[in-house]
Structure formats: structure tokens, C-alpha cells
């Protein structure tokens, strides 16, 4: 009888807690059934239990904080068992692979189809991580639908795991990559752009220095040569300025609403000398009725039209003729200037606004002018302006016509 005093509180404990209620109240509704010897034992088991139940509420905690970083993570994370099936993946994974669904059972080599890849998996060993640079195909048609993808380049690391376990790292570097491709180019680019004026005056100087200071005909012809490869090089330093500022993200607007038919005229009329002496025809086409009030940094437009209108001069013969205007389209101003020069091929018409793009320079009116920055550093205003810019041409010598759109100023704001 005393034992089944004893023993039903116990029960009821037991069954508190397989059900996981246990509290302050039930314990002591309990330990007052129970004989005194009884009641510490309860207390122990109480403060186990409620102990038990905090750290796994932690772990609980702690695995979907783990899990939240595994599937939003930007890199890819593949567990592998001994066998090199992929165990675990996640989402980052999936995508890099271009798989439809979680590719676990498979093995690493059918999935990834990366020769490197595997050998990488395959070499690593107890000793530490294994890095490598991978040249990446992604894209297993079958599984994505489409054909192989683009080329990436991949830095994985292998490392190995208790019981053959393989965890495998891949970051997607490609980005990086190109930027420093491109910041390598540039410095070249830069580099080549210097060397041949310097190395110009160099020579005008020694001439200079030789005796030719003392010659009253070839002495000033000398210093105008000078003057000539200063001015080129002041003007590729404010450009790489403009460059280097524009796509830093901190090329300043001073946005006004301004007339798109007095920027053209004023730009025509800059360039109008010019053309004349080049023998060239030069109109402006504006309708009289447009409404072409746009939003612009006038100063920052003026510079995007001159670069056009020197560039069709340039890049037209003599007796050609060159148009330049502007036209309301919905919410938007197009402006344009088109020549009748020497045209451009059509592989080279999105190329022409890459920066240090130079088509055959004895194509232009006066070989070795232009740094090749001008329609790069144009681009960078007229997107920045949220407009659009560019160039049609129907092939070599018959011509080229320049577009960009100016987002067109709300009635609201334009004061007639
Ligand atoms: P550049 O300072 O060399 O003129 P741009 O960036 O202004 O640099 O132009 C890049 C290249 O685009 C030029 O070298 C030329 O090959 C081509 N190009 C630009 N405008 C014209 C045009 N109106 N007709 C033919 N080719 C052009």
C-alpha cells in the first residue's frame, strides 16, 4: 500500500513529462502526495527536466539559425559521402549547377560534369582544405533544358570530413574576375594613350634643343607640334577625369528645365567653324511645334552633343553633309546627329561606347585625334540623365546617325 503511495506520484511525474507539462504548479500538487524522502527526488528530476528542455529549445534555436544562413547564403555548400554522392546542397548550389531540384543521391561528377572538380574532391585529404581556381561550364542540358551556360570562374575548397565525408565551397569569382581584367586593360589603355604623345614631345623638344629653336620657320612650326600634343594630352586627363568620376557613380547633375532645341542650336553653332573649314554642311532640324522642355544638366548635355558633332565631323569627307535635332517622342526628347561619313560597321555599333574604342584611325579626318573615350564618357551622361543612347549606321561609308533620349520635363514644372 505505502508502495503505491510512492509509486503513483512517480507515474504521474513520468507522464508529465513524456507529456512535457511539467511546471511550478503540477510539482508541487505532486510532492504533496509523496512521502518527504520522496520529494527531493522530484525537485532533481523537476530541474533536470526543465533544464533538458532548455537546451533543446537552444539547439532548436541554433539549427534554424543554421539552417537560415545554409539556404540563403551566397555561396554554394555540396556535402559529400564517401561514395562522392552529394548528400546535402543548398539553394546557392543548386542554382551554380543549374539544377531544377535538390540533386542529393547523385554523384558529384554527374551533376557538376567538372572534371577539375572532382579531382579536386578526390585529392583532398586529412592534411587540410584544398583550393583551386575552376574554369567552370555550368549547365547539364538535360537537367536545366537549355544549353551549356555561361563560363564562370570558380574558387572551390574541398575539405575532408570524419568517415570519407567531403564538404565542397564554391564561390562564384567571375565578377571579380572581369573587374580585374578590366582594371589591368585600362591601365594598359591609359598607359598606351600616354606613351605616344610624350613620346612625341620628347622628340619636339630634342629637335628643339638640336637647333631647330634658333629657326625662324621650323622653330615655331616645332612649338605649334608642342601645342598640339599639350593639348591632346590635357584633354585625355580631363576625360580620364570625367571617366573615372562617371563610373565611380559620382558624376554631379545640376538637372534644370531646359530647351533640347537650344542645346542643339548652341552646340551646332560651337562646331559650325569647324565644319566649315572641313567643307562641310551643317543643319539643325527642329520643328517649331515640338514641346522639347526636357530635365538636363545643359552643360553636361552641350558636352554629349559637341562630342557627337566633332566626331561626325571627323569622321566625314569633304562635301559631306551633317544634321543635328531633337524630337519629342511621348515622355521623352530624342536628340540626334547624323552624317554622312564614313559609317560604321555593324559588329562595331554597341562596340563604339566601350571606353578606348578606336576604330582604324586613318579612317578619321586627322589621323591619331581622339582618345577613344568620348562616346564612353557620353553613354555614362545620357544613362545618367535615365536616358538611352545609340548609334545606327547602314555599313561602311554611307553614314552614321547618333540617338539619346532625355526624359522630357512634366508640365508642371516648365515656365513658358
Ligand atoms: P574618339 O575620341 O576616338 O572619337 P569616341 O569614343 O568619340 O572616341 O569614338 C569612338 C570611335 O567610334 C571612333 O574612334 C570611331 O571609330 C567611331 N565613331 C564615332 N563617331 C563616329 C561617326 N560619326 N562616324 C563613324 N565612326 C564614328
Known amino acids: 500500500m505505502a508502495g503505491e503511495r510512492l509509486v503513483r506520484p512517480v507515474r504521474s511525474l513520468v507522464r508529465s513529462i513524456e507529456e512535457a507539462e511539467i511546471g511550478e504548479q503540477s510539482l508541487h500538487d505532486l510532492v504533496r502526495h509523496v512521502p518527504a ?29 543554421v539552417g537560415a544562413i545554409f539556404e540563403h547564403m551566397g555561396d554554394s555548400v555540396l556535402l559529400l559521402d564517401a561514395y562522392e554522392r552529394i548528400v546535402l546542397s543548398n539553394p546557392a548550389a543548386e542554382r551554380m549547377l543549374r539544377c531544377t531540384s535538390p540533386p542529393l543521391g547523385r554523384s558529384l561528377a554527374e551533376v557538376a560534369r567538372d572534371a577539375d572538380l572532382v579531382d579536386l ?38 575539405t575532408r570530413l570524419p568517415e570519407r565525408r567531403r564538404l565542397l565551397v564554391l564561390q562564384d569569382i567571375s565578377e571579380l574576375r572581369r573587374a580585374e581584367v578590366a582594371r589591368r586593360d585600362f591601365v594598359a589603355n591609359v598607359s598606351h594613350e600616354l606613351r605616344t604623345p ?28 608642342m601645342h598640339v600634343e599639350v593639348d591632346g594630352l590635357a584633354q585625355l586627363v580631363s576625360e580620364l577625369l570625367d571617366l573615372a568620376r562617371a563610373e565611380a557613380g559620382r558624376l554631379e547633375l545640376r538637372l534644370a528645365v531646359c530647351r533640347a532645341d537650344e ?21 539643325v532640324a527642329i520643328d517649331p511645334s515640338d514641346e522639347l522642355w526636357v530635365c538636363a544638366d545643359s552643360r553636361r548635355i552641350g558636352q554629349v552633343l559637341s562630342n557627337l558633332l566633332g566626331n561626325a565631323t571627323k569622321f566625314t569627307p569633304a562635301a559631306g553633309r551633317i544634321e543635328a ?84 520635363a512634366p508640365p508642371d514644372l516648365v515656365e513658358e
Request: cysteine-free.
Open 37 to 65: 524522502e520522496v520529494a527531493p527526488l522530484l525537485y532533481g528530476l523537476h530541474v533536470t527536466h526543465a533544464r533538458l528542455r532548455r537546451t533543446l529549445r537552444q539547439v532548436e534555436q541554433d539549427r534554424a539559425e
Open 121 to 158: 574532391v578526390r585529392n583532398v585529404s586529412d592534411a587540410g582544405p584544398l583550393t583551386r581556381l575552376i574554369d567552370f561550364y555550368p549547365g547539364v542540358p538535360s537537367d536545366a533544358g537549355d544549353a551549356v551556360g555561361e563560363r564562370r570562374w570558380i574558387q572551390a575548397v574541398a
Open 198 to 225: 610624350v613620346a612625341a614631345l620628347k622628340a619636339l623638344v630634342e629637335t628643339l634643343e638640336q637647333g631647330a629653336i634658333d629657326d625662324p620657320v621650323e622653330g615655331p612650326r616645332f612649338l605649334h607640334l
Open 263 to 283: 542645346m542643339v542650336r548652341e552646340a551646332a553653332e560651337r562646331i559650325r567653324p569647324t565644319a566649315k573649314q572641313a567643307d562641310l554642311r551643317l543643319d
Open 325 to 408: 535635332g531633337a524630337r519629342r517622342r511621348g515622355q521623352r526628347v530624342e536628340l540626334w546627329v547624323s552624317d554622312t561619313g564614313v559609317g560604321i560597321e555593324p559588329e562595331h555599333l554597341t562596340r563604339v561606347f566601350e571606353r578606348f574604342y578606336k576604330t582604324d584611325p586613318s579612317r578619321a579626318r586627322a589621323a591619331g585625334t581622339g582618345t577613344g573615350l568620348g562616346l564612353a564618357i557620353a553613354k555614362h551622361l545620357v544613362l545618367a540623365h535615365g536616358g538611352q543612347i545609340w548609334v545606327e549606321s547602314h555599313g561602311p561609308g554611307r553614314g552614321s546617325t547618333f540617338h539619346f533620349t532625355l526624359p522630357a
